[in-house]
């Protein structure tokens, strides 16, 4: 029974690491209203190790991720993206940094969101 | 813990599995859902998609990461669906019709530059290209400040373009990146690619890429052509000039199946009418006609990533021009009439395809293979000058990034053949040239103020010998709106004297070449560096756009095939000893003042020198400074999508040296320097309806004209006769007028 067990120990270990992607897609929603906003949300993203395209979309809000599954996940990168000021759909900016971020991208106040409509 | 080892089993297994979504899609028509066929699927930020069929149904691979569907026909309102799990969908699409009338505030312009690519790009759009409805690439750049386009010579009609104060051989002209004007159909092929047939130029300012090669100096003109896929499904042009001419341009496009379809371009153009205004027996615009054919087919597979181009083009020119009373049949290889002939046979194929990974759209791969036969006959006089060349060209391309997107790399092999055959005066010219290259090009952007590349590539030539193309290009944004350029690059050619310059045959000059044992007609491989900065800033004029660029480019030959004229009975043809540049300043701006309304001003400052035998010298028939301006205005556009266009452009070339000694040129009745020229164009464009449209406009509207330009035309074959002594129009105004149709 051991060895049955150990064999498949084996196995399991040369199975995960094929479902390791090293190209896994991924699409998360995160918050922002303009075209600076863009340039951040990217940058953060593609500033996480192992991340190797992002584009983020104004209008449907989605960001749009290839990476290395071996080298990084989703919440990491969703904790880079927040670092720089954006929610993203499971992490919440914090307040300090999204005070700091510039005053055109504040995607939470509705004034804002209602400025950039006509983009 | 059992399920938890077969979850494990499964979970590898789920990556692998590929799954498809099937469904269904109708338009209601009378209260009843009828199926749309040929409507697009396709999954949101992918290039997976698919096309419904005749029963409107469609199949389409499905991945738990594929949110959104997106379901588009022409003429209907586009659908997007949540998909959440792989099931069947059915969709009614809504016709547009039926939806309230949507205006569109904003118009793309005619030209632009961008903010963000590193090269001093400007792209001019199938618009822009409308503005001068004549007739072919060479004239299409007439409404553009980058180009300055002039009259190579008194007798064969031809316009000469230049770049930084260049001629055309120092520029690389390409068709969908494929280098195409250049060898023997460097003097007219220009006049070779009717303007219908482009869909928009890119202009780049300065050392290219080294993608394309390594023979760009002064800058890169790429012409795309009408996509089968794009194209509208007829198109008629039909054009009619008070100068004689005449063109007609017929394109027809279809879909031959799903991923197939295919265009056939077919144009003609001719002048039977003799015209001599001036009275000098010479006429002042040849006699010509042309048929021009060409057959593209167009393959697109989105799904799995492939597409194709594959093309076939013949063409067949014939000029004739001089004396009036000049009889081919009667009078040529006689001194009874001076006359002129030029036929030009030509045929181009060439396929290109290009793979782009659906699941890693960062690596994508391309190859481009050309074939051209290219032969001209023709005599200028006494004089006959045949040329046949036969070219291959072969590039392999692969795309990809090193980590992340910010790190970008093309690399490549490319590989060439020209064979040259050609009959100058009564010598024989035979020249083989061929080369293989690699090539790797390094992008950096950091996706905000800052992207560079730099790009090298290694040739090995029978020729030009072995040798390497450095090239670079930096974009830097200190502030919003701005783009600082900077670049720098090496480029090498051999130099096809007689091909580039024909106009030496109608003229009386002896020929001579004083070579060292050089590989090519004697002489060495031209050589240049070339440096650019340009500085871009865009900014609001009570609240309308406006934007300037400023641009400096210098060009230095390491060595050149110096052309010279300034002995007026001689051409002489020899390697440079010394010095010789181009600097040039260009201002440019460009202002929205209200809506529809776009004008464009230009200052060119040109300082082109070169160290001829006799001492260093401005550069014969190059302006120091020249003016451009154009405005458009275009009427508010009614339901029915007609309205009226406006447009015109004013260019001020400023007075040009003669080559030759002022004693001389005072005797054949010329000063030192030309006269400085303005000429005046405009056009106006009523559009009925997408469908149809008339124009009718005026070249060189103020009616200026050089007096006697052919030098000794009433004793042509005489020791002073010379057709080269042209700096500005020689056939005064004229009319045109003509209509587009098309059905899309």
Redesign the interface.
Known sequence: MKSIIAI?GIF?IG??G??Q?K?A???IKVDGVCAMCK?RI??AS?HAKG?????W?VN?H?L?L?YNEGKTDLTKIQQSIADSGHDTQDIKAKDEVYEIIDPCCKYRDQQVIDDHKDD | MKNLYCLFFLLPLCVFSQEKITGHITEKINKEEVPLSGANVYWLNTQVGTVTDFDGNFEISYKPEYKKLIISFVGYKTDTISVNSPKRITRSLTSTANLDEVTVNMRQKASSRSFLQSQNVLNVSSGELLKAACCNLAESFETNPSIDVNFADAISGTRQIKMLGLTSPYILITTENVPSIRGASQAYGLSFIPGTWVESIQISKGAGSVVNGYESIAGQINAELQKPMMDNKLFVNAYGSGNGRFELNTHLNTKVSERWSTGLYIHGNMRETEFDKNNDSFLDAPLMQQINMMNRWQYTDTENGYVGFFNVRYLNDEKQTGQTFFNPDKDRGTTNAWGSEIKTQRLDVSGKFGFVNPEIPWRTGGLQLAYSHHNQESYFGLNDYNIQHNSLYANLLYNSIISDSRHKIKTGLSATYDGYDELVLSENFSRVENSIGAFFEYNFDNLGDLNFSAGIRADVHNTLGTFLTPRFHLRYSPWDKSAFRISAGRGKRSANIFAENQSLFASSRNLNIFGSGGKIYGLDPEIAWNYGISFMQGFNIFSRKADITVDFYRTDFVNQIVVDWENPQQINFYNLEGESFSNNFQAEFNYNPFAHFDMRLAYKFYNVETTYLSGKKQTPLTPNHRLFANASYETHQTAKGGNWKFDATFNYVGEQRFASSEGYLNTIGLSEFSPSVSTLNAQITKVFSPNFEIYVGGENITNVKQQNPIVGSDNPFGTTFDTTYVYGPIFGSSYYAGLRYRIN
């Open positions: 498949l399991l199975a995960t094929f479902a992607n190209n897609k991924a699409s340039e990217e940058k593609i991340v190797k395209m992002a584009t979309d449907t989605q749009d290839i």
